[in-house]
Structures are given as structure tokens and as C-alpha cells.
């Protein structure tokens, strides 16, 4: 089938390469121009594991094309999905005016039919508002067309991006026209031969199902976030608690890890956009309210472990940090729990040594390049001439490092760890200090 894709991000290109790796005819339209160029080039602008082969071929295959022309784009695909970003605006409510741009573009360009599917994630009501755009610029242009528009929210998890689409645990298509059902199922054929992944829905209960799940993920980390606080003061482990609980069936074992906070460019922004939408209509989200308080305050958590340890002197202290990305195997720094711990630090006048799989180059991006930041070429080089080291993200490969170099590196033996990766009592006898998340015992205590 024919489809255009306009937005080339995380879930743009991702869902576009597995589109034209079953065989569909693929135009991704973006417009950032360097963007498209780089892709033309076989320069991919996210780390996702799997994708650069999978762009690449699918590239030289023709069947995957890259764009900033829209109104070729427009004229391509029989389906067009929108998946630009829907980033927070300033009340937290999500930001429509991406989506509303590639409506209008759309149907200031058709010359057919279209079905038009909303991917970003966006609030219950957002495809009425694409069919009044689009149906508005239809009537300034004097023509006559038809189209749908069909919420289809996306449920990638980055780092699994490419498998996830290429696999989905479900695929929610939200419509009320028979029409753009079976062409929908058309084009997810090639996903759903095991078994029926397809749930056809009403639009406004797609729309929400998006929300409801990202809200449903976050409240089980934030819950865990309180218990592991909870521990702390109760001399509890958190680590046996998690055990003892995901036992349960009705609990289980996913998504029940404490940490210090989630980040990333879904769950805080949707948690807020959902409670700008509950406000909206007159409803109080006490439990979503609370849900991303915690987060703010978890995100906080090694920072003030630091402080506590150094007695509030953090001065031209140098504090190797492991792991930037806001999660393992992604590049994606938006909204990571790093990024707080590093401000805070710099504000207290320490340097960060940080090392990164991934994610160095985003974050000098970020930040540029500054005194009080040393991207370091390996972990083990972040270590040296530092007080502390900090570990923000559970890559794989910070789960079972040297600990005696770090003993033997580290001007205090110290181990400050966000994900809880490693054994406190194992490291306690090797003579390292160590502070985790919710682990029994406060620092200084
Ligand atoms: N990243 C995720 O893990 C994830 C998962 C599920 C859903 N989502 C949702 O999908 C949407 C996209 O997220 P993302 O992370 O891929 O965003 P992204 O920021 O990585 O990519 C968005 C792309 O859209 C392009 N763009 C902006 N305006 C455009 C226009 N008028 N025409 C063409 N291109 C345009 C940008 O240049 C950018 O390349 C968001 O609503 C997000 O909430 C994201």
C-alpha cells in the first residue's frame, strides 16, 4: 500500500522502516531538511537498536523514501499518518500545533480520498479538531473530498523500538467508518498473522487508551518510589519488597523496579497532559496529580543523597555519572532523570564525569560544551580523579563493573546507584559504600 509518513522521530521512522520492510511504499516527510538529507545518506538521527540496517535497506529498496516535498508526500499515500511531536505547551496541556500544521498540509495537497491517522499522542477530542482543519481548507480550496481521520496511538517502548513494531502486543485502531477499518487491517496484515491484535475502537476511547496506558505505567513507578522511600525510613529493602509483591499474579513482576524517577518524552508529558484534560472538564486527578509529584521529588533523590553524603559541600567535588539517556539502549535524553541530577550539581559547583553508551553526543548537544562537564570515552575513565560515582541508567554495561578499580579510583569508595543494580551486602564487604534506592538505610544513617 501506499503511505506517507510526516514526522521523521522516534516513532516516524521507526514505524515507517517496518512498514516498508513488509512491503508498503513508504514517503516520510519531514521538515527538517538536515534531517532528510543525513537519511538520504544513510545517517540516521536516533540511536534504536536494529534501525540503521532496517532504514538502510529498506532505503536502497525504494520502498522507504525521504522527503521535505509535502505536497508529494500528500499526493503519495492513500493513508497518511501524522506522527510529529506533541510536546507540552505552557500549562502542560499537549502542544496541537504540529498536528494541526500536517492537517492543514494535507488537505491543502489532496487530490483523492485520504485516510488521515493520528500517531502522535494526542488528547481525546484531537481528531475532531483534524477533520474541522482539514474539512475547513477543503471548503476554502472549493473542492469536495473524502477522508477519515483514525486515532491509531503508538506503543513503542524506545530502546525496543524497531521489535516492538515490528511485534505489537495489540494495535488500537480508533474509527467509526468501515471504510478506514478494512483499509487499516489492510495495512497491518503482515503484523497480525499469530493472532488478532487488532482492537477497533470509538475515536475518543483510542485517543484515551494512549493516556490510560502511559498514566497506568507511571502510577506503578511512582508507587514504587514511595515504597522504596518508605523503606528507607523503616529500614526495609525495597529489592525483597519488590520480590515478595510481583509474586502475586494480580501485581507481577513488570514495571515494579524503583529508581530515581522516569523521564523520557512520554510519561511526564503525558501524565501532565492528562491532567490538563481532567481539569479541562471539571475533573480533579488527585491520583495522577500525585503521581507526578512523586516523580519530580524521586528525580531529585540523588542529588540530595549526594549533599547528605558530602555535608551540603559539593564544591569542586568531581562526580562520575553512568548513564545520561532517560533508559538503556536509546539515545533519548528528553526530560532524563540525569539531566536534573547535573543541574543540580552544577548549580552546587561540582563536575560531572560522565560516560554514556549512547547518549554523549545529545547530551553535548544539550549542553554544549562547558568547564564543569568531561564526556569521558569509557566508564572506567569517568572514574578517575572523581569523589563519587553516580549511576543514572541501567545499562547493561554498568551491571557487573570492576568494583575494585572503582574502589581503587574513587577518592571516597562511594557508589551513589539510581536503578539499583548491584548487591548492597556484596559491596559493603568489598569495602564500597553504598547508597541505592529505598535499600534500608538513609544516607549518613
Ligand atoms: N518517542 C516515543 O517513545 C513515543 C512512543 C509512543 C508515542 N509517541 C508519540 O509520538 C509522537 C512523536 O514522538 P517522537 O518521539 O517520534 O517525536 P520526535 O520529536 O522524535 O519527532 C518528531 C518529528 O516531527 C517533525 N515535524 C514537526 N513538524 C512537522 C511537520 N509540520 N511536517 C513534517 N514533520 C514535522 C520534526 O522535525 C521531528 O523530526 C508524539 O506525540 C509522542 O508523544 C512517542
Not at 346 to 370: C, F, H, K, L, S
Request: proline share 4%; hydrophobic share 40%.
Amino acid at each position: 500500500m501506499k503511505v506517507t509518513v510526516f514526522g521523521i522521530g522516534y516513532v516516524g521512522l521507526v514505524q515507517a522502516a517496518v512498514l516498508a520492510e513488509v512491503g508498503h511504499d513508504v514517503v516520510c516527510v519531514d521538515v527538517n531538511a538536515e534531517r532528510v538529507e543525513n537519511l538520504k545518506n544513510g545517517i540516521i538521527p536516533i540511536y534504536e537498536p536494529g534501525l540503521t540496517p532496517l532504514v538502510k535497506s529498506n532505503y536502497e529498496a525504494e520502498r522507504l523514501q525521504f522527503t521535505t516535498d509535502a505536497e508529494f508526500g500528500v499526493k503519495h499515500g492513500k493513508i497518511q499518518f501524522i506522527a510529529v511531536g506533541t510536546p507540552p505547551d505552557e500549562d502542560g496541556s499537549a502542544d496541537l500545533q504540529y498536528v494541526l500544521a500536517v492537517a492543514k498540509t494535507i488537505a491543502t495537497y489532496m487530490e483523492s480520498p485520504k485516510i488521515v491517522v493520528d500517531k502522535s499522542t494526542v488528547p481525546v477530542g484531537t481528531a475532531d479538531k483534524v477533520a474541522e482543519c482539514i474539512a475547513a481548507v477543503l471548503k476554502t480550496r472549493g473542492v469536495s473530498l473524502d477522508f477519515d481521520v483514525v486515532s491509531n496511538p503508538e506503543f513503542l517502548k524506545e530502546g525496543a523500538a524497531v521489535a516492538d513494531c515490528q511485534r505489537p502486543d495489540r494495535i488500537v485502531i480508533g474509527t467509526d467508518s468501515a471504510v478506514a477499518e478494512s483499509k487499516m487491517r489492510e495495512l497491518y496484515a503482515p503484523f497480525n498473522r499469530n493472532h488478532e491484535k487488532l482492537i477497533v475502537m470509538d475515536v475518543r476511547s483510542a485517543e484515551l487508551t494512549k493516556y490510560a496506558a502511559n498514566c497506568m505505567l507511571a502510577t506503578k513507578i511512582s508507587f514504587m518510589n514511595e515504597m522504596a522511600n518508605l523503606a528507607e525510613k523503616l529500614g526495609a529493602d525495597i529489592e525483597k519488597v519488590r520480590l515478595g509483591i510481583g509474586s502475586d499474579p494480580r501485581i507481577g513482576y513488570h514495571f515494579i523496579y524503583p529508581g530515581c524517577g522516569y523521564g523520557g518524552s512520554c510519561f511526564p508529558k503525558d501524565v501532565q497532559a492528562l491532567v490538563r484534560t481532567a481539569e479541562k472538564v471539571g475533573y480533579t486527578p488527585e491520583l495522577l496529580r500525585s503521581v507526578e509529584a512523586v516523580n519530580g521529588r524521586q528525580k531529585e533523590k540523588l542529588f540530595s543523597h549526594l549533599q547528605s553524603y558530602f555535608n551540603g559541600d559539593l564544591a569542586g567535588k568531581r562526580i562520575a555519572l553512568w548513564g545520561l539517556s532517560f533508559k538503556p539502549n536509546t539515545d533519548d535524553m528528553r526530560d532524563a532523570s540525569s539531566r536534573v541530577l547535573m543541574e543540580n550539581l552544577w548549580a552546587a559547583g561540582a563536575i560531572v564525569q560522565a560516560y554514556d553508551p549512547e547518549a554523549m553526543n545529545e547530551t553535548q548537544r544539550i549542553y554544549g560544551t562547558r568547564a564543569d562537564l568531561n564526556l569521558m570515552g569509557t566508564k572506567e575513565s569517568a572514574l578517575n580523579g572523581a569523589d563519587a560515582l553516580v549511576v543514572c541508567t541501567e545499562w547493561n554495561a554498568f551491571k557487573a563493573p570492576d568494583f575494585d578499580l572503582i574502589k581503587e579510583t574513587l577518592n571516597h569508595a562511594v557508589i551513589f546507584d539510581g536503578r539499583n543494580l548491584y548487591d548492597p551486602a556484596i559491596l559493603e564487604a568489598q569495602g564500597i559504600a553504598y547508597y541505592g534506592i529505598g535499600r534500608g538505610r538513609s544516607v549518613g544513617a
